[in-house]
């Protein structure tokens, strides 16, 4: 059953200085899988910049930990369950809900909000492939409906791609935040003697090799790899951690993900600088007869692990007790550093937790796809005649429309802390210990641009996850990023990993913002072939006591301004590559500087007061953005393209291109958003004004497009019946 390579077999008998029995490759072969062990990656994550003044924990822990005052944390973290969700979507959303929502819950914050990003092919048109795709996409979406409104925590936004890059394949990630007091935050610490317990679901046969199965590319359907979901009992796991430490009868926690037991216990028994010394026969277990190695690397789910001492042990039972959780206590901490297995008297397994919980480390090759330079130069397309049709199959493009379907599933005013609904601003917002204290957060992705070009694809998506938290008059405070690439083992697939990197580096250094978490995913591909490079980023951002944005909608009467600079950069375009059938040209990039003074000044606008509703410029580019805007408050507006500050020769082009570092905003200050923002000195216009029903481009006298708001809104919420 092992999955260690003839290299690393080697390395460990080499470290143990003997040969390590099956049960022993086992444990390792899950720890060291490219899942768990990063062994491909961590190198490279080590240059991200992860300190700030706000940073309490970092990356390497369940979750990051932010401090926002008034003696209260933050926790954030993101992870990913592509595989099974390819395999069985509905287990396997509901099972990386769940997971997600276990690692905030070992930080011993309380989970507070759920946020996902999802990748398929396409779902339109009569291809067995859109067939699929639409099975696939139903299933995933009820699968993050079903678990997080039957475990009562909000899913409060997202965001969802279509490209053929996935075909027969999906990716689904999810982020939580959970909030929590300082004084709460888990330690992790533990002495000798302590008393090791397993908590929650009992261990089955399910997710046997689920780490494995994810470390390699999707070849065969194995069901046998996927998790089976309890929404139910995790609720009852939640309210039973959060009750015991509040009673400070944990000295120390984590969940059990990837690698099951064999990774939760090796990387515990690390960290703490302490052995352990566990009986498997002790582990209470779904089905009779499992062997010690399927005990281990289960990935049955709804399980905890705690360390505690003999006088607060009797506090915990009591506690899991009360909420009917089942427990085992399975072993002990002790003086020396290993980690030790037993079935029954008999040792099965011993090895250094230090050996175990860290794979050696691999030098992957990396060399510039083949491809890229073919792609950048591409034949331009002629200027359709009809640009208002352009906008309008934008509008109607799965990508772009309106999510409406996905969001009404969904139970995101559960727990009261929600300020607006799924779609109502580029970002969601929660309110947290104080009514003037509120947290926005947004997750982004774009892998048609990381494609074109990684670093600045990665640089765009970073730019986006920043401009929709200021969209909402948030100070952007941290983000985590979601890296999915193909096979690592492929130097092409590796070398844009590492622009991937280099982008996040450069941009949150600039920014001074820190990573404070995230996740690396390889193996993304199947037997169709690879998926592009797409790094997801989610941004979190903090408004304490000041006025924010709670709409991207426009209101009769707003003036409409645009801050940044408009250029032709159509690669990798929703208008290229979904109304022209191109893949290719030039990506947009993005200029630090002015993407740093445009939100700067954003926030200072909202700062004073004087925005009514405010959208970013991304996916569509401003066309779009403008049309999205006039659906979300039911008017139209009449904008003179004339008017937009550009470098594009072409109206197409100054429609569609999706330049970095671009906002939106109506206001009923025109004069004092004019004067505020020349002397932030920004480029800027004020293109417009809010107002009717009908949605009107001009250039200068000339008319460019001239759309009726119903049939806007008709193509902008068409997702609903595509999904019929």
């Known amino acids: 059953m092992g999955v260690l390579t003839r290299r690393e077999l080697e390395h460990l008998e080499q470290k143990l200085n003997r040969n390590a029995n099956e049960t022993e490759q086992d444990i390792v072969g899950a720890e060291w899988s490219e899942h768990c062990s990063y062994k491909s990656s961590k190198k490279y994550l080590r240059l991200l910049p992860t300190k700030g003044r706000r940073v309490v924990v970092g ?37 990386g809900v769940g997971g997600v929502i276990r690692d905030i819950m070992s930080m011993g914050t309380r989970p507070i909000a759920v946020l996902d990003a999802l990748r398929f092919a396409p779902i339109l048109g009569r291809a067995k492939s859109s067939s699929k795709s639409k099975w696939l996409f139903k299933n995933v979406v009820k699968g993050i409906a ?28 999810v982020a939580s935040v959970g909030l929590g007091r300082m004084e709460d935050v888990v330690a992790n610490k533990a002495d000798a003697g302590d008393i090791i317990v397993l908590a929650g679901g009992s261990t089955g046969r399910d997710g046997i090799h689920g780490a494995s199965f994810a470390s390699k590319a999707l070849e065969a359907e194995n069901r046998s790899a996927v998790q089976i979901p309890d929404p139910f009992l995790e609720k009852l796991l939640l309210e039973a951690t959060m009750e015991a430490v509040s009673l400070g009868c944990i000295k120390s926690i984590k969940d059990l993900g990837g690698g099951g037991l064999s990774c939760c216990l090796s990387e515990t028994s690390d960290s703490l600088g302490q052995g352990f010394d566990v009986d498997l026969t002790k582990v209470h277990a779904r089905e009779s007869g499992m062997t010690p190695a399927e005990l281990m690397i289960s990935e049955s789910q709804e399980r905890m692990l705690f360390v505690t001492d003999s006088t607060r042990l009797p506090v915990l039972q009591s506690v899991l007790d009360k909420y009917q959780i089942r427990y085992s206590i399975i072993g002990l901490v002790q003086q020396h550093q290993d980690l030790i297995i037993r079935n029954s008297e008999m040792i099965i397994a011993q090895m250094p937790s230090e050996l175990v919980a860290h794979a050696p480390l691999l030098d992957r090759a990396a060399r510039k796809p083949a491809y890229l330079d073919k792609l950048a130069s591409i034949r331009r397309p002629a200027i359709p005649s009809n640009l208002g049709k352009v906008l309008l199959s934008l ?33 969601a917002l929660l309110r947290l210990d104080r009514n003037d204290k509120l947290l926005s957060v947004k997750l982004d992705g774009n892998s048609k641009h990381c494609y074109l070009d990684p670093y600045q694809g990665t640089l765009g998506c970073l730019s986006e996850g920043r401009r929709n938290v200021i969209c909402t008059g948030a100070e952007p405070v941290g983000v985590v990023d979601h890296l999915q690439f193909a096979s ?34 390889f193996y993304n591909e199947t037997s169709k072939g690879a ?33 940044g600079n408009s250029a032709p950069e159509l690669g990798g375009s929703e208008y290229y590559e979904y109304v022209h059938k191109i893949t290719g040209g030039q990506v947009p990039k993005v200029d630090m500087q ?54 594009c020769s072409r109206l197409d082009d100054l429609m569609f291109s999706e330049s970095n570092s671009r906002y939106l905003i109506g206001t009923r200050e025109p004069a004092k958003v004019r004067q505020l923002l020349a002397l932030e000195q920004v480029t800027f216009a004020e293109i417009g004004i809010a107002g009717g029903k009908t949605v009107n481009f001009s250039r200068g006298k000339k008319r460019v497009a001239r759309i009726p708001l119903s049939g806007i809104k008709e193509t902008f919420y068409s997702l609903e019946k595509a999904m019929q």
């Open 59 to 95: 990356p390497g822990y369940d979750a990051g930990v932010l401090d926002i005052g008034d003696g209260y944390v933050l926790t954030v973290h993101i992870e990913s369950h592509n595989h099974p969700s390819a395999v069985e979507p509905f287990g396997g959303a509901a099972t």
């Open 146 to 173: 079903d678990y997080g409104n039957c475990i009562g925590i909000p899913t409060v936004g997202g965001e969802v791609e279509f490209d053929a890059s996935y075909e027969d394949y999906c990716l689904v990630d």
């Open 395 to 427: 509008l109607s493009n799965p990508t772009i429309a309106s999510k409406r379907w996905i969001y009404q599933q969904y139970d995101h005013e559960v727990g009261v802390r929600t300020v607006v609904k799924p779609g109502s601003a580029d970002a």
């Open 488 to 521: 690592p083992e492929d130097p092409e697939v590796f070398w844009t990993f590492k622009r991937a990197i280099d982008a996040i580096v450069d941009y949150c250094k600039f920014m001074e913002v820190p990573v404070v978490g995230g996740k690396v995913s």
């Open 531 to 563: 998926i592009k490079p797409t790094p997801v980023i989610g941004t979190l951002g903090l408004i304490d006591g000041k006025p924010f944005v709670s709409s991207s909608g426009l209101a009769e009467g707003q003036s409409i301004f645009v801050i």
């Open 594 to 647: 002015a993407d740093r003074s445009n939100g700067r000044a954003v926030l200072k606008l909202i700062g004073e007061g004087l925005v009514a509703c405010a959208h970013d410029c991304s996916k569509g580019g401003l066309a779009v953005a403008l049309a999205e805007m006039a659906a979300g408050g039911d008017t139209g507006f009449n904008v003179d393209l004339a008017s937009v500050p550009s470098t």
